[in-house]
T-cell receptor
Framework: GAGVSQSPRYKVAKRGQDVALRCDPI?????LFWYQQALGQGPEFLTY????????KSGLPSDRFFAERPEGSVSTLKIQRTQQEDSAVYLC???????????????FGPGTRLTVL | QQQVKQSPQSLIVQKGGISIINCAYE??????FPWYQQFPGKGPALLIA?????SEKKEGRFTISFNKSAKQFSLHIMDSQPGDSATYFC???????????FGGGTRLMVKP
C-alpha cells in the first residue's frame, strides 16, 4: 500500500511569502505529526493531531506557523510571511495508534524541502 | 536544551566491520527508544526500537544495547555493508506513540 506522501517535494519562496505544505498520511492512521529538519540536524517536533484534533502544538516556532487536519486525514502546514530561518525540510509522519496508549511506529513521508530566499 | 545527545557525528567503517553509534538522554521519563535510518531525499525509517525494561534487543545485524542507570543506549551494526551507508538517528519519547525527540544524527559511510 501507499506510504505517507507529501507535496510539493521542493518549494522555493521569497521572504515574506506564504506557503502551504501538504501531507497525505497512510489511510486510517489516527495520529499525524509534523517535524522540522534543519540541514544536518535531527528532526524537531512541531505539532501533533489525533484525528482532526490538534492536541499538541508546543513545537511550532512562532505564530506564523499554522497546521490543520479538518477531516482527520490530509493535513496542511502553513507558514505565513516566510523568513530565511524557516528554510528546512518539513517531515510528516503518521501512526495507527493513539499517542499515550500504544507503541505504534511512526511512518515518515519524504518531506518537503523549503528554501526561503 | 538538547535532551538526546548522539555521537559520533560521522563514522567510516570498512565493509564487514562493526558500526557503533551512541546516544545519551537526560529525562528519565522517556520510555521508548527507537533508531531511525535516513537516506538522502527520504524520510526517516524505523530500524529497531527498545523499551527500558530490557537491556538488549537484536534484529538481524542490528542490536540496541540499553543502560538505564547510565541513561545511555547504543546501536551496533554487525557485518556493516555499503548499503548501510546512511544517516542514523536515535530518538526517545514519553509514553507510547508520542512525539519523538531526536539526536543530532550520525552519518555512516561503509567502505567496500
Amino acid at each position: 500500500g501507499a506510504g505517507v506522501s507529501q507535496s510539493p517535494r521542493y518549494k522555493v519562496a521569497k521572504r515574506g511569502q506564504d506557503v502551504a505544505l501538504r501531507c497525505d498520511p497512510i489511510s486510517g492512521h489516527v495520529s499525524l505529526f509534523w517535524y522540522q529538519q534543519a540541514l544536518g540536524q535531527g528532526p524537531e517536533f512541531l505539532t501533533y493531531f489525533q484525528n482532526e484534533a490538534q492536541l499538541d502544538k508546543s513545537g511550532l516556532p512562532s505564530d506564523r506557523f499554522f497546521a490543520e487536519r479538518p477531516e482527520g486525514s490530509v493535513s496542511t502546514l502553513k507558514i505565513q510571511r516566510t523568513q530565511q530561518e524557516d528554510s528546512a525540510v518539513y517531515l510528516c509522519a503518521s501512526s495507527s495508534g493513539v499517542a499515550g496508549f500504544s507503541y505504534n511506529e511512526q511512518f515518515f513521508g519524504p518531506g518537503t524541502r523549503l528554501t526561503v530566499l | 536544551q538538547q535532551q538526546v545527545k548522539q555521537s559520533p557525528q560521522s563514522l567510516i567503517v570498512q565493509k564487514g566491520g562493526i558500526s557503533i553509534i551512541n546516544c545519551a538522554y537526560e529525562n528519565t521519563a522517556f520510555d521508548y527508544f527507537p533508531w531511525y535510518q535516513q537516506f538522502p531525499g527520504k524520510g526517516p525509517a524505523l530500524l529497531i526500537a527498545i523499551r527500558p525494561d530490557v537491556s538488549e534487543k537484536k534484529e538481524g545485524r542490528f542490536t540496541i544495547s540499553f543502560n538505564k542507570s547510565a541513561k545511555q543506549f547504543s546501536l551496533h551494526i554487525m557485518d556493516s555493508q555499503p548499503g548501510d551507508s546512511a544517516t542514523y538517528f536515535c530518538a526517545a519519547s514519553f509514553y507510547a506513540g508520542n512525539m519523538l525527540t531526536f539526536g543530532g544524527g550520525t552519518r555512516l559511510m561503509v567502505k567496500p
